[in-house]
């Protein structure tokens, strides 16, 4: 392997922005239950906008303090890490071990500085779903321009929590050359007496944003001996008085010089173990690692009283994904155990490079899973097998409630209950539900059906789960390993939905941990129409017994089988109905457009009793409907559009409870009172949600041409080079419109050459009306078009036939802009 200049470009690059702001969705809900009266109308106070997660600098982090810090509430967890269980009996995989080799994985999920706190209005996001392989997480980022120290992300710590999976920030002195000064190490190991002031804010931030530990890659040159022990002993100390773990790079030595050695030697070693003091939980070992390198690092890891699987050799995925060259038998030699543990860095090449999502999803399963799909045919004889044939999956399904929408956390939509609650693109990693431990497994004699992620249908959130395909033969589709007892009273749910009425020919298959890899099938029967239907199951017959597996079976004949699954829940007793939370408090309220939109931050009081799994945030209408906002574990959230409804004087906000079986609660409500007048004609489609055909890069999707921005250089844009070009926005609610504008290539920039020649736009007021086309334009060259019109609608989309003045296939649209009232 070649080395990059370690792992600094990539925390260069990660501080770059993705350019997203948070918006509510605008669609009608069911009236909910009668809630407590309002409280007085807040008025907005320019104390509303957007948290972002935390970074500091080490000067700066010892004058932080959550009480008064606005946006840290915002950043917490609260999702408590989750044991794991892993059966060798169960593996897919005879190859991958349990119980060795491990996987940490360093991710940039965004920028340092301006990463929204609780997911946006972007869909673009680095979604992941393959949790069941990875055992730390380190979220990647810091810069010498922004701040070295960096706290996660509260969505991430929530779905990595979920499954099990620890959580690290950052801790990056980067080299001068990229701006690092020495003087910031000597301030991080900075000392009070006997105490370490910054080491003591690294434990507080990590307890009350609830994750695990940091990674500790110091780069920075000219650094002595001295400053290398205390670096040492700040870790020592911070072991010895909590439970704060760390992560330490192979960079700097014993020296204070920067050496990377590629491996455990007595050079870095004392950052691990030094003597009988335990330095740092696990190290991450330079990409230049050896055979005989790792072989002595494995030795050295014992003779220290350590696990060689505390050692992570490091791969670099960055640039290249699963084009990398491995010396897989290295790390994982046949017929042997492992010789240490794995370090990703930069899996989420899969979501960068990615087209679409279509395209991530199906680069991310070849990373994580290989070529066919399935972890359980895997080639070994490939570059990149996929990492599933080396490490055996791990499951966090070990007690009830459990329940699965086969949500991913990103979604075109939102539905609550089978009900569409929103319309627009979103991402929150909060509400991302445990994936399926068996991605995708499927046994048959016959032909396999196809199961999917669909992101065209749910139940609960924005996703569901999809078979297709044609059915000869009986199919078991494994989903998920569990080690759930079975009571007198405990059942099992299934809410599926099939294209007509009838037989669903779909059984849920259950094994037993007396017999692991042995179905016990139940019928789910026929269903009654074409929506979303909830089978339950009596599990009483098997009280005492404890499930190894759950996996659906589908019998009997059908050229096009097409089933989705909304929901599969275990439980004891009845569905779960929580108490409401209490004391719903705007905290402050900023305009996004004067008397037509704010955004809000909100908080409230738990509701009591311990079975909330999330709460939602919703809006009051004057029909009696109601319109989601936005959903969180948390007691505080923010909602970055609240839209003014005609000339409504204030509006009703509540907040609801969901149990872990997804119960609902009556209602927090509050109120927010709006002044001033609606402007007579204002850019509608500003920051709304909007969709594309696909992106050029990850960076560069349908946001771009909504976020009022031209200026941000030659990223600053929507671009697309799929064979269909179109971006759509969803103004929120039918809205009476008198001109489009569309800035494109030259307006932001580029070459007139790339402005777009042929296009047309359409609109619509449902998702079930036909398009419209309002503007047909062909031969355009100018870099700003203005286009007349007098419609009404709430949905407004450009279609883009012929991309350029060129052949140059991509579509490059600076702004997309709807104007009216």
């Not at 507080?204 to 990674?215: E, N, S, T, V």
Request: proline share 7%; net charge neutral.
């Amino acid at each position: 392997m070649s080395r990059r200049f370690p792992l600094l470009l990539g925390a260069a690059l990660a501080t770059a922005s993705l350019g997203v702001v948070p918006a509510a969705h605008a669609a009608p809900a069911p009236a909910p239950a009668p809630a407590p009266a309002s409280a007085p109308p807040v008025a907005a106070t320019g104390q509303g906008g957007q948290p972002f997660a935390s970074y500091w600098y080490p000067g700066t982090i010892v004058n932080w303090d959550p009480a008064t810090d606005p946006d840290a509430r915002f950043n917490r967890s609260r999702v408590p890490l989750q044991p794991r269980t892993g059966d060798p009996a169960l593996r897919a995989n005879p190859n991958a071990r349990t119980g060795e080799g491990k996987i940490a994985s360093l991710v940039s999920f965004g920028p340092t500085s301006d990463n929204p706190s609780q997911g946006s209005a972007d869909p673009n996001y680095y979604a992941f779903g393959y949790w069941q392989y990875v055992d730390k997480l380190v979220f990647w980022g810091g810069s010498a321009g922004e701040g070295l120290i960096l706290a996660p992300n509260p969505t991430v710590i929530d779905a990595a929590h979920r499954n099990g999976v620890k959580v690290y920030g950052t801790v990056f002195f980067p080299p001068g050359a990229y701006g690092g000064q020495i003087q910031w190490v000597r301030d991080f190991v900075q000392k009070s007496g006997s105490r370490y002031p910054v080491a003591d804010k690294l434990v507080q931030a990590a307890q009350y944003y609830g994750f695990d530990g940091w990674f500790i890659n110091q780069e920075t040159g000219g650094g002595d001996s001295a400053l290398a022990g205390e670096l040492r002993n700040l870790m020592q100390y911070t072991k010895a008085q909590s439970g704060t773990e760390f992560m330490w790079y192979d960079a700097m030595t014993t020296s204070g010089a920067v050496n990377w050695q590629n491996a455990l030697t007595s050079a870095n070693s004392p950052f691990l173990q030094d003597g009988p003091k335990r330095t740092s939980d696990s190290m991450f070992l330079n990409f230049d690692w050896s055979a005989s390198g790792l072989d002595s690092s494995r030795t050295l890891a014992r003779q220290l009283g350590r696990s060689e699987y505390d050692l992570y050799s490091g791969i670099d995925t960055e640039a290249n994904g699963y084009n990398t060259g491995v010396d897989w038998n290295t790390l994982f030699p046949p017929g042997k155990p492992h010789t240490t543990s794995l370090g990703l860095y930069r899996p989420e090449w899969t979501w960068k490079s990615a087209t679409d999502r279509a395209d991530f999803y199906a680069k991310d399963a070849r990373y994580w899973v290989g070529a066919a799909n399935d972890p359980s045919r895997i080639d070994l004889s490939s570059s990149w097998p996929g990492l599933a044939g080396y490490v055996a999956e791990s499951s966090p399904i070990t007690a009830k409630p459990f329940v699965t929408n086969f949500d991913t956390g990103q979604g075109d939509f939102f539905n609550a209950g089978g009900t569409r609650v929103a319309t627009g693109g979103w991402n929150n990693l909060s509400l991302q539900d445990v994936p399926p431990t068996y991605r995708w497994v499927v046994d048959s004699a016959g032909s396999r059906l196809t199961p999917s992620v669909d992101f065209t249908d749910a139940y609960q959130g924005g996703s569901s789960l999809r078979l297709t395909g044609t059915l000869d033969a009986a199919n078991t589709v494994r989903l998920y390993q569990t080690e759930l007892p079975v009571a007198s009273s405990t059942k099992l749910d299934l809410v599926v939905k099939t294209p007509a009425a009838g037989p669903t020919r779909l059984k849920a298959a259950v094994a037993f941990t007396d017999a692991p890899n042995s179905f016990t099938t139940i019928d789910v029967g026929a269903d009654s129409g074409t929506g979303w239907e909830r089978h339950t199951l009596d599990l009483s017959p098997y009280a005492g017994r404890t499930i190894a597996q759950i996996a659906l079976r589908v019998d009997g004949s059908d050229p096009a089988y097409d089933l989705r699954v909304g929901q599969v829940a275990l439980y004891d007793g009845a569905v779960e109905t929580p108490a409401a939370p209490g004391g719903l408090t705007v905290l402050g309220a900023s305009d996004v457009t004067p008397g037509s939109s704010q955004s809000l931050r909100l908080s409230w009081t738990a509701a009591p009793g311990g079975n909330v799994h999330h709460y939602e945030v919703y809006r009051r209408n004057a029909d009696g409907t109601r319109t989601f906002l936005g959903a969180t574990p948390n007691d505080a959230y923010f909602v970055g559009r609240l839209d003014r409804a005609g000339g409504e004087s204030a509006t009703t906000i509540d907040v609801e409870a969901v149990s872990t079986t997804y119960g609902r609660s009556g209602a927090a409500s509050t109120s927010v009172s709006w002044t001033g007048t609606p402007p007579t004609a204002r850019n509608l489609a500003l920051n709304r949600a909007a969709t594309a055909s696909g992106r050029c890069n990850a960076d560069e999707g349908p946001a771009k041409a909504v976020n009022g921005s031209v200026s941000g250089g030659t990223g600053d844009k929507w671009c697309t080079l799929t064979s269909a070009k179109w971006l759509e926005v969803d103004l929120g609610s039918a809205k009476q419109l008198s001109r489009f504008v569309v800035k494109h290539a030259s307006a932001g920039g580029e070459s007139a050459s790339y402005n777009t020649r042929d296009f047309s736009i359409q609109v619509r007021s449902s998702t079930s009306d036909p398009w419209t086309t309002v503007a047909g334009v062909t031969g355009n060259t100018a870099g700003t078009t203005t286009h007349a019109v007098n419609t009404t609608a709430r949905y407004v989309r450009l279609v883009v036939t012929k991309p350029t003045q060129t052949t140059d296939p991509a579509a490059r649209i600076y702004e997309f802009e709807a104007w009216g009232t």
